[in-house]
């Protein structure tokens, strides 16, 4: 507790902090230079000129717009279904006791252990049978599955910050159970369901292998699959083209988490709903 140890102490963790912070900062510094950089390299450097031709490649159809699109597609789906079922899952684990509630929760983290690469071949079999190879709605219910073990734990985490005397208002009220938690329940828990779905959307939104195993068609890969045509043979890489690529790839995730922030409000969804 002397004073010279603390501020020893304080130094090296600053300094260690400082190194973390530099070492996340040196790729998004290189992605700005490199992506109005016309002959980028692996190294950062300031580019002899600044032009926006890397944008004007990578902003067509085929490279950009159908690919981030796709990824839309894929994510907003899987997220929507998983948040859903999610909620419904949650809501008896949360408000009722029953004896299969804790067997169900170590299923349910179970679950969350299972890496996808080894649930992939039997997947692959499994959608060949049910001809769903090359399916967008195949492959948006399978990663909504492979998102629902950690959703379903935060929902009702967040669920369970919700007063039950609320409800037992409703229900002297004559509100059915559904109808308490699709009015009472889930509007109080807004910011919680936020978090749930921009977590389950960046999960889908960086997916590359399920949908490179699952989708075929070139109209229909996602974005995260679709950076592979910036390497070129024998190791050529458009490092220009990529760095501007990653650049638009990473403003829709961006853009919805400022959006939710915004809009759905804080922490301070309860306030005033239980009066002392």
Known sequence: MTSPSRRSLRTVSNGVL????????LPLVWLVLASVDERATLSIKLPGAVSLQ??????????????????LVLSGGCALITVVVAVLAAYPLSRYRMRINKPFLYGVLFGT???ITAMMVPVYSLFVAFNLIDSMGGTILFLAATSLPMAIYMTKSFMDSV?????????MDGASMMTTLMRVVVPLMRPGLAVVFIFVFIGAWGNFFVPFVLLLSPDKLPAAVSIFAFFGQYGTVAYGQLAAFSLLYSVPVITLYVFISRVLGGSSALAGAVKG
């Open 163 to 171: 007063p039950v005397s609320l409800e037992e208002a409703a229900w």
């Open 54 to 71: 890397n944008f004007v490649d990578v902003m067509t159809p085929e490279k950009a717009f159908v690919p981030l699109l796709n990824s």
């Open 18 to 25: 400082l190194l973390v912070g530099i070492a996340f900062a």
């Open 113 to 115: 252990c299972l890496p």
